[in-house]
């Protein structure tokens, strides 16, 4: 008798540490808050797996990944606040909401009815930007900033009139200017867009990009000298860099894929991008000059909007 206990004994062990260890391997693979939140070097993404869209995190050396998102909701245009406590995006139905990337509790901010869209934060993590379109009297996109005092978001302030559409709003580093796209149709040329830049105190606006062509999703590097950004000016979706404030562009990408949504590495030597070279849109990064292509992601899923975390 004393060995059939002693062997029930074992046999229970075994199956408490066998139920351990899948416990502790669920949280590390699907919570937030096992997996210690998001940090500096992380790069945050949506992706369609599952025929789903949430909110992913890969650590791009590693290729630890890790789900944010687990709801029936679509959610999409993640932005991180500097150090990586808060991450804004898109849920549902157009509406932003903030979770914090420690314990995954979420809130919906406080906005009017619409449609919004491409939130992202200001250096400073206490302001966030975003894009409300509207489809009544006529399309229209229009950038808004909101900013937080204490626990408690302030009214939001326009920053952009209709026309023209603007939209891909992108803080500089000092937090002193807005870059973005300038939307507009031309009857012979199609889709022309344009990367603006706006100063936040004057409001004055200055043309950086001259392409005549379907040029935006502009970010700003690190060190406030060019921004990276989405354009077909030579025929395809490529990822290009432009001077700020002189304007002197260069092409970094040149696969026959589509390659675009860039975000800069927080030292700027590298930057993330979607790519559908390996035949899915998954996220890319090469260095600062153009080389060095490294495949991130391998979801074998359609994957947006890198965010890496600064």
């Known amino acids: 008798m004393k060995n059939v206990h002693t062997h029930n004994g074992l046999q229970a062990a075994k199956a408490m540490a066998i139920l351990a260890c899948a416990f502790l391997a669920f949280c590390a693979l699907c919570s937030p808050a096992c997996a210690g939140g998001v940090k500096t070097g992380d790069i945050v993404f949506a992706a369609n797996a599952q025929d789903q869209w949430n909110l992913w995190v ?3 050396e590693t290729k630890y990944l890790s789900q944010l998102t687990r709801t029936t909701q679509t959610e999409r245009f993640p932005a991180v606040s500097p150090g990586g406590k808060h991450i804004a995006y ?136 060019k921004l990276a950004y989405t354009s077909n000016l030579e025929g395809n979706f490529d990822i290009w860099a432009v001077s700020y404030p002189k ?27 979607i ?19 490294r495949q991130v992601t391998e979801l074998k899923s359609t994957c947006s909007h890198p965010c890496w975390v600064k």
């Open 58 to 60: 890969i650590e791009p």
């Open 90 to 225: 898109v849920s549902g139905r157009k509406q932003i909401r903030i979770m914090d990337s420690l314990t995954g509790e979420a809130d919906t901010v406080n906005l009017p009815l619409g449609i919004y869209a491409q939130p992202t934060w200001a250096p400073a993590g206490f302001e966030l930007a975003f894009v409300e379109y509207t489809a009544v009297p006529a399309d229209a996109a229009e950038i808004f900033s909101i900013k937080k005092e204490g626990d408690i978001f302030r009214l939001p302030e326009k920053i952009t009139k209709f026309p023209p559409m603007m939209t891909f709003p992108s803080y500089s580093p000092d937090g002193k200017l807005m870059a973005c796209a300038s939307f507009k149709r031309d009857p012979v040329l199609g889709v022309i867009e344009e990367i603006i830049v706006i100063d936040l105190k004057t409001g004055s606006q200055s043309q950086l990009t001259h392409d005549g062509a379907d040029s935006f999703f502009p970010v700003w590097s690190p060190d406030g000298s």
């Open 247 to 273: 304007g002197e562009k260069t092409r970094l990408t040149r696969s026959p894929s589509y390659d675009g949504e860039p975000s800069w590495s927080p030292d700027g030597s590298r930057i993330a991008f």
């Open 275 to 293: 790519s559908s070279r390996s035949g899915h849109r998954e996220i890319w990064t090469i260095d600062a000059g153009g080389a060095d292509s």
